[in-house]
């Protein structure tokens, strides 16, 4: 018996939902009383998921896993997973994760469930709680299988601390490359994604051009936040469609969402629902987001914003 | 090219969310359905290799009859045929089993999806299928060539995109991207008329097992009003941001 996560390194670091999916199987490994074994493949610094609660590090270093192919994460996932008897296997909702997941599940013909946002209501019958109809609601969901594969939402459990002592083991896995091969990446370095951020500041149709989005930049520049937008905005071309947030678009979990000249139609409001705080800048005192927002602020987005980035400035510059 | 879309059949994106039975079932009432919009773009997508590089295109569901005005919907829009497998659609697993099962006796070269469906939101009936059968798989797919057995994907990653090389039998999960918005296939009368000729075939599912269950459904919590604060006020905006919220 043992809870395994897998926590996944990019370019040989761990990402916060990494760091999120250890701290989260630690609890449910208690709740099982089990151990937390933690899979980690090319991980730099393995080590460092003793202080979230991992009991048993396994390090995956192979070559031929350098760069990420879903099917090779899948089957080593699977491997270790039958090797430590898993009873619960646990993957975080990065573009990886989602990819990965549900092979891993299919594989070890286990249940799974994405979008978990809590750990188990009940391990008898283990029954977890997910985010349904694009976070208008949550269903609580009962995996009947032997092995249960959960996806944890991302930002939902948060980063827990746990120091323990963990023992780390090499292990070699049988996976060899799969029929899908990379040939060019296409990321830029050094920039805040939409899935990584604290903070995102999103525009709208309110922001009137293109021409305008300095605005914007110059505020997430400020606050360390990734650029969004709603969906108008990237099919007219403004900004790129990966900057599209919504139920359609990017999902966004961040602990704040600015908006900014955005009305808050449904669609908008079921991508970003899972923010914690959520501020509204617009014009108009009736626009639906006020409803939905946490801290509203009616004027003009071109008088409003410029003034919070220098005054934010300000406070960056004291705090 | 033989090609399979698999729509799943879900609330319009302006539903409201009920639920009834304790909480037990969600309640469809006054509730219009719609193609998956993910699966939209797979269908024109598939509509643009048939109509560029010659395609037949086979459109599958897994669900009861109620799920038909969709597939007629696709048939309308330019699909060859349609397949319905009857069975309530309550568990991702179980679907892709049928699917699969489908897809290893007819053999498609191509299986395009939606990256989730927008009710449940599983991610999960794609990767499954595509394992089931043994089959490449690209998830999050926004763009795809294929010139003979050979397939050049594009995957949107987080914060940017991946080119991949891959082959035939392929499963794709796809979204914007596969095609623009402004190529969505609406139905025209010509279609709708030739679709009612189209043939629908009705399938029994397959024995397998639901490896998950819906036990309940719960509302979120009503928000508290929202704080408004004075477009003057910028400092008092940080204020709450800073010491209420605590979030910068
Ligand atoms: C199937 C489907 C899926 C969809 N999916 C998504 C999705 O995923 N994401 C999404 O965003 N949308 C989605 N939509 C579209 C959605 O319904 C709305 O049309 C869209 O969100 C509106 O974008 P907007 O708020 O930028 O523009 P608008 O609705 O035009 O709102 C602009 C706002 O800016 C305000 N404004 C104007 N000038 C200023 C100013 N100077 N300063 C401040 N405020 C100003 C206005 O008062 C207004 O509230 C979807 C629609 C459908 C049918
Ligand atoms: N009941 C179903 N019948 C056919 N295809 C489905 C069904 N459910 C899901 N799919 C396909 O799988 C994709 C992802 O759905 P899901 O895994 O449910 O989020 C959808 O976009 C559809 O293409």
Same mark, same amino acid.
Not at chain 1, 178 to 196: F, H, R
Not at chain 2, 50 to 63: F, L, N
């Given at each position: 018996?043992?809870?395994?996560?897998?926590?996944?390194?990019?370019?040989?670091?761990?990402?916060?939902?990494?760091?999120?999916?250890?701290?989260?199987?630690?609890?449910?490994?208690?709740?099982?009383?089990?151990?937390?074994?933690?899979?980690?493949?090319?991980?730099?610094?393995?080590?460092?998921?003793?202080?979230?609660?991992?009991?048993?590090?396994?390090?995956?270093?192979?070559?031929?896993?350098?760069?990420?192919?879903?099917?090779?994460?899948?089957?080593?996932?699977?491997?270790?997973?039958?090797?430590?008897?898993?009873?619960?296997?646990?993957?975080?909702?990065?573009?990886?994760?989602?990819? $990965?997941?549900?092979?891993?599940?299919?594989?070890?013909?286990?249940?799974?469930?994405?979008?978990?946002?809590?750990?188990?209501?009940?391990?008898?019958?283990?029954?977890?709680?997910?985010?349904?109809?694009?976070?208008?609601?949550?269903?609580?969901?009962?995996?009947?299988?032997?092995?249960?594969?959960?996806?944890?939402?991302?930002?939902?459990?948060?980063?827990?601390?746990?120091?323990?002592?963990?023992?780390?083991?090499?292990?070699?896995?049988?996976?060899?490359?799969?029929?899908?091969?990379?040939?060019?990446?296409?990321?830029?370095?050094?920039?805040?994604?939409?899935?990584?951020?604290?903070?995102?500041?999103?525009?709208?149709?309110?922001?009137?051009?293109?021409?305008?989005?300095?605005?914007?930049?110059?505020?997430?520049? $400020?606050?360390?936040?990734?650029?969004?937008?709603?969906?108008?905005?990237?099919?007219?071309?403004?900004?790129?469609?990966?900057?599209?947030?919504?139920?359609?678009?990017?999902?966004?979990?961040?602990?704040?969402?600015?908006?900014?000249?955005?009305?808050?139609?449904?669609?908008?409001?079921?991508?970003?629902?899972?923010?914690?705080?959520?501020?509204?800048?617009?014009?108009?005192?009736?626009?639906?987001?006020?409803?939905?927002?946490?801290?509203?602020?009616?004027?003009?987005?071109?008088?409003? $914003?410029?003034?919070?980035?220098?005054?934010?400035?300000?406070?960056?510059?004291?705090? | 090219?033989?090609?399979?879309?698999?729509?799943?059949?879900?609330?319009? /994106?302006?539903?409201?969310?009920?639920?009834?039975?304790?909480?037990?079932?969600?309640?469809?009432?006054?509730?219009?359905?719609?193609?998956?919009?993910?699966?939209?773009?797979?269908?024109?997508?598939?509509?643009?290799?048939?109509?560029?590089?010659?395609?037949?295109?086979?459109?599958?569901?897994?669900?009861?009859?109620?799920?038909?005005?969709?597939? @007629?919907?696709?048939?309308?829009?330019?699909?060859?045929?349609?397949? @319905?497998?009857?069975?309530?659609?309550?568990?991702?697993?179980?679907?892709?089993?049928?699917?699969?099962?489908?897809?290893?006796?007819?053999?498609?070269?191509?299986?395009? /999806?939606?990256?989730?469906?927008?009710?449940?939101?599983?991610?999960?009936?794609?990767?499954?299928?595509? /394992?089931?059968?043994?089959?490449?798989?690209?998830?999050?797919?926004?763009?795809?060539?294929?010139?003979?057995?050979?397939?050049?994907?594009?995957?949107?990653?987080?914060?940017?995109?991946?080119?991949?090389?891959?082959?035939?039998?392929?499963?794709?999960?796809?979204?914007?991207?596969?095609?623009?918005?402004?190529?969505?296939?609406?139905?025209?009368?010509?279609?709708?008329?030739?679709?009612?000729?189209?043939?629908?075939?009705?399938?029994?599912?397959?024995?397998?097992?639901?490896? /998950?269950?819906?036990?309940?459904?719960?509302?979120?919590?009503?928000?508290?009003?929202?704080?408004?604060?004075?477009?003057?006020?910028?400092?008092?905006?940080?204020?709450?941001?800073?010491?209420?919220?605590?979030?910068?």
């Amino acid at each position: 018996m043992s809870v395994l996560v897998f926590a996944e390194a990019s370019e040989g670091k761990f990402k916060k939902a990494a760091l999120e999916v250890v701290s989260y199987g630690k609890k449910i490994a208690e709740q099982l009383g089990t151990e937390l074994v933690a899979l980690t493949i090319n991980a730099s610094n393995a080590s460092e998921l003793a202080s979230y609660g991992a009991q048993k590090i396994i390090k995956v270093t192979q070559d031929n896993q350098e760069s990420f192919d879903a099917k090779c994460t899948a089957t080593t996932i699977k491997e270790v997973a039958l090797k430590e008897a898993a009873d619960v296997v646990i993957i975080d909702s990065s573009s990886n994760g989602l990819y $990965v997941a549900p092979i891993v599940a299919a594989q070890l013909n286990a249940g799974y469930a994405s979008n978990v946002i809590d750990v188990p209501s009940s391990t008898q019958p283990f029954t977890v709680k997910r985010k349904a109809f694009s976070n208008k609601a949550f269903n609580h969901t009962e995996i009947s299988t032997a092995v249960k594969v959960i996806g944890l939402a991302k930002n939902s459990f948060g980063i827990v601390e746990n120091s323990t002592t963990a023992t780390e083991e090499d292990f070699t896995s049988t996976a060899t490359a799969s029929g899908v091969s990379s040939t060019a990446l296409n990321k830029a370095s050094g920039q805040v994604t939409i899935a990584d951020a604290d903070v995102v500041v999103s525009g709208g149709r309110g922001l009137k051009g293109p021409e305008n989005w300095g605005l914007i930049e110059d505020l997430a520049e $400020v606050l360390g936040a990734a650029t969004a937008c709603s969906k108008p905005v990237s099919d007219l071309g403004w900004r790129p469609h990966a900057e599209h947030v919504g139920q359609t678009g990017k999902p966004v979990a961040s602990n704040l969402y600015i908006a900014i000249g955005i009305s808050g139609a449904i669609q908008h409001l079921a991508g970003i629902n899972a923010s914690k705080v959520k501020v509204v800048i617009n014009t108009d005192p009736e626009a639906p987001f006020f409803k939905a927002a946490d801290y509203g602020i009616v004027g003009d987005a071109f008088e409003v $914003v410029p003034q919070l980035i220098e005054k934010l400035k300000v406070f960056k510059a004291n705090n | 090219m033989k090609i399979l879309v698999c729509i799943s059949h879900v609330p319009d /994106t302006t539903s409201k969310i009920n639920f009834t039975e304790n909480d037990s079932a969600f309640d469809s009432n006054g509730v219009q359905y719609v193609i998956n919009p993910y699966d939209e773009f797979a269908l024109a997508r598939a509509m643009w290799f048939k109509e560029k590089q010659g395609a037949s295109i086979t459109v599958i569901t897994v669900g009861n009859a109620g799920t038909e005005p969709s597939l @007629r919907k696709a048939l309308a829009i330019g699909a060859d045929d349609a397949i @319905r497998i009857d069975a309530e659609a309550t568990d991702g697993f179980f679907v892709a089993k049928q699917l699969a099962e489908v897809a290893k006796s007819n053999g498609y070269d191509l299986i395009l /999806t939606g990256r989730e469906s927008i009710d449940y939101n599983g991610a999960m009936v794609p990767g499954m299928l595509a /394992t089931f059968l043994d089959y490449n798989f690209v998830n999050a797919c926004i763009g795809v060539e294929i010139e003979n057995n050979t397939a050049t994907a594009i995957k949107e990653i987080d914060g940017g995109s991946e080119t991949l090389s891959t082959s035939l039998p392929l499963v794709l999960a796809g979204q914007k991207g596969l095609v623009e918005e402004k190529e969505l296939r609406i139905p025209n009368m010509r279609g709708i008329m030739m679709a009612r000729k189209k043939p629908l075939s009705v399938v029994a599912a397959i024995e397998t097992e639901a490896t /998950t269950k819906s036990v309940r459904f719960e509302k979120p919590e009503e928000k508290s009003a929202c704080k408004m604060v004075a477009a003057s006020d910028i400092d008092g905006l940080i204020d709450l941001l800073h010491n209420e919220a605590k979030v910068i």
